[in-house]
């Protein structure tokens, strides 16, 4: 009777081979933005309920759901997750139209960009569409690459795709959002070397859509106006980008410290979500900005060289297009508050209050972690198979006969 010797198809060793660097910036990021919430937001929390750790509380709890995210999508091997791509963009879509239905959806300020279940959590699903979009792209590109090298009538279908996305976002009044994530899928298309003769007529469009989109709703103009005049609006329109660069400039190169800068920064709308780079910048100063900086740009050079070194290509594609949407994110809200850039509803991932922006970035870095490690998947399988010439795979399991 033959003996049998049994081998995990995959070694523990491997999971050791993810990138531990970007990890680490991973988590940094993620308790620097937890420390300047928990500063930042206890005079609003107080103001308007009662309660001062009122947003790091939810912060905390959405952390929880959100490295839950991070696991599963750092351990589920990409095959499996590759299988629920298509059905996680439908969902995705179908959540951003139950967005508008009454008693599901909930309008703030004129728009209906959220979700909510009674007693128990509100979710935006454009935060969603970000991670879906780069996710469905990734399997497509990846999935037809040989079609779309032959005929670019086959790019109809994820230009199509983002399209939907856009204009369902669009059609929630969340203009900025809309644009960042046609900017990202943009960025995706060239990523795949794909010949773009298909996004350029829409490129071109974009341009008077925008401008019309901006001029349909008076806040939006004024912001453009603020941005353009900001001494004129600065009591009015431009108030917040105002009262921010005021807020920073007094950071100095050290920092107020937590004590004395909690006056200046209170004064700030929304301090606690889109503003919230001006409390980081008011209490650790040019000294904080800067590191927070050089931190960001570890964490994109170690996202980026992932995606460059992983030798499946959904995986690659899909790292990039996370790490590219986490730092151009991050980029553009710091540049609102520093008045770079005109107005946004944009949130600084890792810092803003908001579960549904918080839990989305830590499933993307989730996601990244998961490329970090395919080549030691490959690699393993393939030296399992160069050693043992006589292997079947059982329920998961290697089995050798002798």
Known sequence: ??????????????????????????????????????????????????????FLNRQIVSSVVGF???IFFAVVPVKKIR???????????????????????????????WIVIPHLFSFQPSELVKFAIVMYLAHMFDAHSSEYEESSKEFIYPVVALLLFVVVIFCQRNLSTGIFVFALGVAMFILSGASLKWLIPFSILAIPAAVILVSMEEYRLMRILAYIFPEKFRLTAGY?????????????????????GLERISAIPEIQTDYIFAGWATMMGLFGVTSYFILLVVFACRGF?????????FAAYGSFGCTLCIFCQSVF???????????TGIPLPFFSSGGSSLIITLCMCGFIINASHC???????????????????????VVEYE
């Open 333 to 343: 809200n710091c540049a609102v508050v520093c008045g770079a850039s005109p107005t």
């Open 1 to 54: 009777m033959g003996e049998y010797r049994f081998f995990p198809d995959r070694p523990v060793s491997n999971y050791r081979k993810s990138d531990s660097a970007f990890i680490v910036c991973s988590l940094l990021l993620w308790g620097l933005g937890i420390f300047t919430l928990y500063v930042c937001s206890p005079g609003v929390g107080e103001r308007f309920f009662g309660n001062k750790n009122y």
């Open 83 to 113: 299988k629920f791509v298509f059905m996680f963009a439908v969902i995705s879509f179908v959540l951003c139209i139950l967005a508008f239905l009454p008693g599901i959806g909930s309008e703030r300020k004129g728009a209906s960009r």
């Open 305 to 313: 060289k992932i995606a460059l070194n992983c030798p499946d290509r």
């Open 240 to 260: 917040q980008t105002s009262a921010s660069e005021r807020a920073i400039g007094s950071g100095g190169i050290w920092g107020t410290g937590i004590g004395d």
């Open 375 to 397: 080549d030691a998947d490959k690699e393993s399988g393939q030296t399992l198979k160069n050693k043992f010439d006589n292997i079947e795979t059982i329920g998961g399991v």
């Open 68 to 70: 839950s995210g991070l």
